[in-house]
């Protein structure tokens, strides 16, 4: 029977999922033009739900019939989803209304995105974690093709949509096949079995490796990322800016949970495939990022790139000593990109004029000159994202390497500075041609975008002095093994 | 008696032959029907594996069942939307051939 | 006899790969919907055989009635059938005739043979893997999977309203049209 500590465990998950329930029904007494009582409700929906969870913070809890856990590593992972989702609607508000797609139920769906991406982050079960997937997806799919009368937005829906379906269904033939050779569902039954080495060693692995397959889908890692450009380019920008903080950050909060809790033993076998996919990631997310002219391209192939340094510490899962700093280190480069990524894609929405329009890299001309401001943060971004010191990006890239350089992947250590270095070239291209082109841009500025802008810049800036507070944290986040 | 690796096998194919439909269909209904085609192959899997689990632990145990019926669920919520999404790029467009619809490229 | 029980498994593998080959082939929409129901169907008595009678019937209901029959219903709403490529299949009529005794077939075989074609399973009672068991389970241990997949299905329902529900007047004279 359910007990008072099962609800407790996944309390803010319940809070989030209940408040968009009543959400959508209260949203049917909100007038067309007034759905900005919508967003805010929806903040604050989601301000409760960061509460609880810090409150919550610090215990380590099984709950359900150990189906959920409660620990560091889950708190750490909701309140980067809960914030990611505030400034999600901050971003969407105004653009919404501005491209005639004013709904409520905008809102609702991302806080039911959030749910899933929040019990993701808490799943101890493969079926959790299958149906947390869904949960988070479905409402994607539909907020990627929310913007019903544009033709690019439906047909991002749609290729998003096949494409994920098929990798969840890789999931899911993973899952059937791991349960066939354990017997088991719950991370604390498969962990018994495979340490008492009674599991069913091949179809272990080919379960193994196809939920790698199913994951790499959603992380966007090379070969199967190609999915992305055309799905960031077609969505509406918030709902792009969203899914590339946060649906990467719970791909991977997905990742380490079943790699960590249930592969350790599969090491050996997998951890040439992992090379592979880091390796091939970061080199084709920044190579091809550097023909792109169009700006959420070349942050879409941009954000490929990043999966793979993230992929590149990934590699060292295996090995006891190193997997805490792997961690670790993902944690606190989520944090950094997540801060770097929203300030950017907040400055595309910035110059989108109208849907698709206005966002090619001839449109930045002038900014610098006429809105020094704005050129200033999002020179800061780009060098975030470029890994230069005195960022948080370049802290975030500093401690991936050392944890792949202390796991001994040298190599690939070698292969993500390279590429990083190349990067440089698109990300400072941006802001030459912020700063050193003549130009009248013309901008949609809204004080809630300008905000995120504002506090994100200054964000990147000032925490980059103070790295091991953020480091200390994520650290301080660890997952619950067998 | 049936040795569970043939139910595993026939699986497998039809899992084979959703996951080649899906790649290669032009039209976006028929990805999608091999799409189910595939859930439909992993619910088989499950199924085989519940039954000689049982039989080999003497009592039926029911992780198996929840599993297949979720699956028959999260294949109907796909479907739903999937076809949401087919008829409104049609709307847009007059086609479902994938091929045709392409506006986004670099 | 155990050999009974092969040519059983033979037959329903044979005809559940066939279908999935033939929905693979068919370049009409409906006829590779089609078949794939006769796969489900097949499936379904695979499952029966394998002692889950819940599930098969759930197969039946839910993947066969409900989700094909969607799928047929959009497919003749968007014409996708009269798509190039389309070629009538000569003699469909004999084909479906034929397939329907395969399937009948199927159903007759399991009838009288079922205890044959896998051992039985030990059962606790004869209607452990009830509707009723099933749903007692649901609600205790496994209460969280079930929440969450009504979740899954409600977003899924808000989503498919959003994207194909009307626009109203007022909003399609001020929204953007594609070039």
């Known amino acids: 029977m359910t007990r008072m500590i099962d609800i407790y465990s996944i309390l803010p998950v319940m809070i989030v999922a209940g408040w968009a329930l009543l959400l959508l029904v209260v949203d049917l007494w909100i007038p067309r033009h007034r759905k900005g009582i919508t967003a805010l409700l929806a903040a604050i929906g989601l301000a409760i739900a960061l509460g609880f969870v810090l409150a919550s913070s610090g215990n380590t809890i099984l709950g359900f019939n150990q189906m959920v856990v409660l620990d560091g590593f889950s708190s750490f992972m909701q309140v980067l989803f809960l914030v990611s989702g505030m400034v999600a609607v901050a971003l969407a508000y105004d653009y919404i209304q501005r491209m005639n797609i004013n709904h409520g139920e905008f809102y609702v769906l991302m806080m039911f995105s959030i749910a899933g991406m929040m019990l993701m982050s808490q799943a101890y079960n493969l079926l959790m974690v299958f149906l947390a997937l869904e949960l988070l997806s479905i409402p994607l799919y539909v907020l990627t093709g929310f913007a019903r009368t544009r033709l690019e937005s439906e047909e991002a829906s749609l290729k998003y949509f096949l494409l994920g379906a098929f990798a969840s269904g890789f999931v899911l033939y993973g899952t059937a096949l791991i349960f066939s050779a354990t017997g088991q569902l719950d991370f604390v039954g498969i962990a018994a079995v495979v340490t008492a080495g009674s599991a069913n060693s091949v179809l272990f692995l080919i379960g193994a490796a196809l939920l790698l397959v199913g994951f790499g889908f959603k992380i966007a890692a090379v070969p199967f990322q190609m999915w992305t450009p055309d799905v960031y380019q077609g969505a509406p920008t918030p709902v792009t800016a969203f899914m590339s903080v946060a649906v990467k950050a719970a791909g991977f909060a997905a990742l380490m949970r079943v790699f960590l809790v249930l592969f350790p033993s599969l090491s050996e076998h997998l951890t040439p495939i992992l090379w592979v996919m880091a390796a091939l990631t970061m080199i084709v997310g920044n190579i091809v990022a550097l023909a792109q002219n169009n700006i959420k391209r070349m942050l879409a192939y941009s954000a490929i790139a990043h999966a793979g340094y993230i992929l590149m510490a990934f590699v060292a899962f295996g090995n006891g000593e190193v997997v805490g700093n792997t961690v670790a280190a993902t944690l606190f480069y989520l944090v950094a990109y997540g801060l770097t990524s929203f300030g950017a894609w907040a400055l595309v929405i910035v110059i989108e004029r109208e849907y698709g329009k206005g966002i090619l890299l001839d449109d930045l001309a002038g900014i610098g000159k006429h809105y020094p401001w704005l050129g200033v943060a999002m020179l800061v971004f780009m060098l975030s994202f470029a890994g230069v010191p005195l960022t948080m990006g370049f802290w975030g890239k500093f401690y991936l390497f050392r944890t792949a350089v202390q796991a001994g992947y040298i190599g690939l250590a070698i292969i993500g500075l390279l590429t990083s270095v190349a990067s440089a070239y698109y990300y400072l291209r941006v802001v030459v041609y912020m700063f050193m082109k003549p130009g009248e841009p013309k901008l949609q500025i809204n004080p809630w975008v300008s905000l995120v802008i504002g506090v994100a810049a200054l964000a990147v800036l000032l925490l980059s002095l103070i790295p091991w507070t953020i480091l200390e944290l994520a650290s301080r986040a660890v997952l619950l093994l067998q | 008696m049936i040795p569970l690796s043939w139910y595993l096998i026939l699986a497998a194919v039809l899992f084979s032959v959703g996951m080649f439909g899906a790649i290669s269909r032009k039209n976006a209904v028929a990805v999608l029907i091999s799409i189910e085609l595939m859930l439909n192959a992993v619910n088989i899997n499950i199924l085989a594996f519940w039954h000689y689990h049982s039989q080999s632990l003497g009592y039926t145990e029911i992780n198996g069942l929840v599993f297949a019926a979720v699956v028959i669920i999260a294949a109907a919520a796909e479907v739903a939307i999937g076809l949401a999404i087919i008829i409104a790029v049609y709307r847009l467009r007059k086609t479902v051939v994938a091929s045709d619809i392409n506006v986004l490229k670099g | ?179």
């Open chain 3, 1 to 179: 006899m155990p050999v009974i029980g092969t040519i059983f498994y033979a037959f329903l593998a044979i005809v559940a790969v066939g279908s999935a080959l033939g929905m693979l082939i068919n370049r009409n929409a409906i006829y590779s919907a089609l078949f794939l129901v006769l796969n489900f169907a097949t499936v379904a008595v695979l499952y029966l055989a394998l002692g889950a009678p819940f599930i098969a019937l759930s197969q039946i209901t839910v993947y066969a009635g409900a989700i094909m029959v969607l799928f047929l219903f959009v497919i003749t709403l968007l014409g996708a059938e009269k798509l190039p490529g389309y070629e009538p299949i000569k003699g469909h009529r004999i084909v479906a005739i034929g397939l329907a005794f395969v399937f009948i077939a199927e159903l007759v075989l399991f009838f009288f043979f079922r205890n044959q074609v896998t051992g039985p399973i030990p059962l606790i009672g004869p209607e452990f893997a009830s509707p009723r068991n099933i749903g007692v389970l649901m609600f205790t241990e496994y209460l969280l999977p079930f929440e969450v997949v009504a979740f899954i299905l409600l977003s899924a329902t808000v989503g498919a309203i959003m994207l194909t529900k009307p626009e109203r007047k007022s909003t399609t004279k001020l929204s953007q049209q594609q070039d």
